[in-house]
């Protein structure tokens, strides 16, 4: 879409693991709206993310019971496999893959049950997600090509400290002065 001469980008050489996709204002679809995905993966067979910025009501402590932590919020990580839990981390020492600077994905369940159980953790420094978004080769391509999504770079800070009501601007921020215009635009254009 080409709202107020919000440049085009070229997303055959963007797109992989550790970039953002930020929705663009008016995608419908209620499992992304105005949402932020973080890519960990992307290859000939498909992407995987986790959308960033859309907390459930949920606590760790809600879905395992024998986990104390009822201070870890779970977020929706997308619509596929909802019966699955995800790992973003900014701890090193905990292993995972490095997607991004400072951001891990993944943790083995001892090191979480450790983590966990020591306390030896900042709330900022793990999101957890029930589920996950992907695509099958080339359908994200194709998104992209008629505007879904625009493709950013992820910061440690975006990732773990940006409030998640907040996640969605300070991503189109980080496009560029040139992208600030979307800031405007309603989620729904019968609004405008």
Same mark, same amino acid.
């Given at each position: 879409?080409?709202?107020?001469?919000?440049?085009?980008?070229?997303?055959?050489?963007?797109?992989?693991?550790?970039?953002?996709?930020?929705?663009?204002?008016?995608?419908?679809?209620?499992?992304?709206?105005?949402?932020?995905?973080?890519?960990?993966?992307?290859?000939?067979?498909?992407?995987?993310?986790?959308?960033?910025?859309?907390?459930?009501?949920?606590? &760790?402590? *809600?879905? !395992?019971?024998?986990?104390?932590?009822?201070?870890?919020?779970?977020? @929706?990580?997308?619509?596929?496999? $909802? /019966?699955?839990?995800?790992?973003?981390?900014?701890?090193?020492?905990?292993?995972?893959?490095?997607?991004?600077?400072?951001?891990?994905?993944?943790?083995?369940?001892?090191?979480?049950?450790?983590?966990?159980?020591?306390?030896?953790?900042?709330?900022?420094?793990?999101?957890?997600?029930?589920?996950?978004?992907?695509?099958?080769?080339?359908? &994200?391509? *194709?998104? !992209?090509?008629?505007?879904?999504?625009?493709?950013?770079?992820?910061? @440690?800070?975006?990732?773990?400290? $940006? /409030?998640?009501?907040?996640?969605?601007?300070?991503?189109?921020?980080?496009?560029?002065?040139?992208?600030?215009?979307?800031?405007?635009?309603?989620?729904?254009?019968?609004?405008?």
């Amino acid at each position: 879409m080409d709202f107020f001469n919000i440049p085009k980008q070229d997303y055959s050489s963007e797109l992989s693991a550790g970039k953002l996709l930020i929705a663009e204002p008016f995608l419908a679809d209620p499992n992304f709206g105005r949402a932020v995905v973080l890519i960990c993966e992307h290859n000939e067979e498909g992407t995987v993310g986790f959308i960033i910025n859309k907390p459930t009501q949920l606590t &760790l402590k *809600d879905l !395992l019971p024998d986990y104390t932590a009822d201070d870890i919020v779970l977020k @929706e990580g997308g619509p596929v496999q $909802t /019966d699955t839990l995800h790992v973003l981390h900014r701890l090193p020492e905990l292993g995972g893959v490095e997607v991004a600077q400072g951001v891990y994905w993944g943790i083995t369940n001892t090191e979480l049950d450790k983590v966990i159980a020591e306390q030896q953790y900042n709330t900022q420094d793990l999101s957890l997600f029930i589920g996950y978004a992907g695509w099958s080769a080339g359908q &994200l391509l *194709d998104e !992209l090509k008629i505007g879904s999504w625009y493709v950013g770079n992820p910061t @440690e800070k975006l990732v773990f400290d $940006t /409030d998640t009501t907040e996640t969605w601007r300070a991503a189109v921020i980080s496009l560029g002065k040139e992208y600030l215009p979307l800031l405007s635009l309603p989620s729904n254009p019968q609004l405008n």
